[in-house]
């Protein structure tokens, strides 16, 4: 359901976001992300410089698999509806990765006509090791 | 020989800065991640929608930066560079949607600089955060951004 609505009433605790897959990453995403985001360390960009600091190659922004996390929220919940998205960067992201986002509903509240819903994401890469780990909050409609 | 890392940064606050959000950014952003939805990039759909215009993905205020300020300059101050330099972590937080033609202001401090020991040696995290607010000076965003750098 891309670009759903879902309302408060039917989010049950332990209920799975959809995957979404993102990838596989190439150079010129880094590149347009670099441009887009006015992140531009060669780290992203430069082999031989990602090289010579010790990190084995380009590898993506952490920002850009962040976003890929927020996609897979907002395709979920709608575009607007996150609070709040905090994520640590676990593993590095490679060229030709592929990056599957997911999620988990932890807990529902409601107050002051406010309805929210608290999930655990996270993303793997092709190999199932966690690139991305976190949590966000997103606000829901009601039915009533 | 490990950097040393200076915590004096420790409270340092950067000059308050104003950010206009470009309507062309935002689509800019959103196909660079490839997240098509029709509110980022629709001005139609934008239009119609409970805020009246296209909005930017809940990660665009990460991208504000002091077009005026030398990038580097914390990161020398610190006594490393950006080769040595890794995104850790990064929290957000949204009060309210950002939209095109609206400017901000940002203010940015350093919280806390720390040493711990990482899985290919030493370690220091830098934690900054932004608060970002509209010209009623109301709060909209605010960010939480860990730096790692490799000592």
């Not at chain 1, 960009?45 to 907002?74: K, W, Y």
């Not at chain 1, 509806?81 to 999620?103: E, I, N, Y």
């Not at chain 2, 990660?59 to 490393?80: H, M, Y």
Request: charged share 25%; hydrophobic share 40%; with cysteine.
């Amino acid at each position: 359901m891309k670009y759903g609505r879902v309302y408060i009433e039917d989010v049950r605790v332990g209920d799975e976001l959809p995957p979404l897959v993102k990838g596989p990453i190439q150079q010129i995403q880094l590149t347009r992300y670099a441009g887009a985001s006015g992140d531009f360390n060669p780290i992203h960009q430069d082999d031989e410089f990602a090289r010579a600091a010790g990190m084995g190659g380009v590898f993506a922004h952490g920002m850009l698999s962040m976003g890929f996390v927020a996609q897979a929220l907002t395709d979920w919940s709608g575009a607007g509806s996150v609070r709040k998205l905090g994520v640590r960067f676990a593993a590095l992201v490679r060229l030709k990765d592929t990056v599957t986002c997911k999620g988990r509903v932890l807990s529902k509240a409601s107050k002051d006509e406010v309805h929210t819903v608290e999930l655990e994401v996270w993303a793997e890469n092709q190999r199932g090791e966690k690139v991305v780990a976190g949590r966000a909050t997103v606000a829901l409609p009601s039915r009533v | 020989m490990p950097t040393q890392i200076n915590k004096g940064v420790v409270g340092k606050e950067f000059p308050p800065y104003v950010v206009t959000v470009e309507r062309g950014k935002i689509k800019e952003f959103a196909r660079a991640i490839g997240d098509l939805n029709p509110f980022y990039l629709d001005d139609r759909v934008g239009q119609a929608s409970e805020w009246g215009d296209v909005i930017a993905p809940p990660t665009f205020a990460v991208t504000f930066r002091d077009e005026s300020a030398d990038t580097g300059a914390l990161l020398r101050e610190l006594g490393t560079d950006i080769s040595r330099v890794l995104h850790g972590e990064q929290e957000l937080e949204i009060v309210r949607q950002l939209t095109p033609g609206e400017s901000y202001l940002c203010r940015t401090k350093v919280v806390d600089v720390y040493e711990k020991a990482g899985k290919s040696g030493p370690m220091a995290f830098v934690v900054r955060e932004t608060a970002i607010t509209d010209r009623a000076n109301e709060v909209v965003a605010t960010l939480r951004h860990v730096t790692v750098i490799r000592l």
